[in-house]
């Protein structure tokens, strides 16, 4: 069975696959830019195609060209474990591309 191109779980999966620094449930969930400060939802997730196989996640915002790396889970980085796992995924990613 093949899925439609704009299917949910065609989406899901996408974003399962290429978003290494979150783990995607479903397309409702929220993520928080931090370079353009949106919330949005997996659904409003841009994804552009280079190939067949190859493609970048990007977020909704038409001027924003952050990926994965630059998103959290949303709410009070004080209260949520999620939104610190991914701050402490972000400086040690800076930290590793400073250092090389």
Do not use: Y
């Amino acid at each position: 069975m093949r899925l439609s191109p704009n299917s949910d779980s065609r989406r899901l999966a996408i974003l399962q696959r290429l978003d290494p620094h979150h783990a995607w449930a479903d397309c409702d969930e929220k993520r928080h830019c931090t370079l353009c400060e949106r919330t949005f939802s997996g659904r409003e997730v841009r994804i552009r195609w280079f190939s067949a196989k190859r493609a970048l996640l990007r977020c909704p915002t038409p001027e924003c060209a952050a990926g994965p790396e630059f998103w959290v889970h949303p709410g009070n980085p004080l209260l949520s474990e999620e939104a610190w796992a991914d701050w402490d995924r972000l400086i040690e990613r800076a930290e590793l591309a400073a250092s090389a």
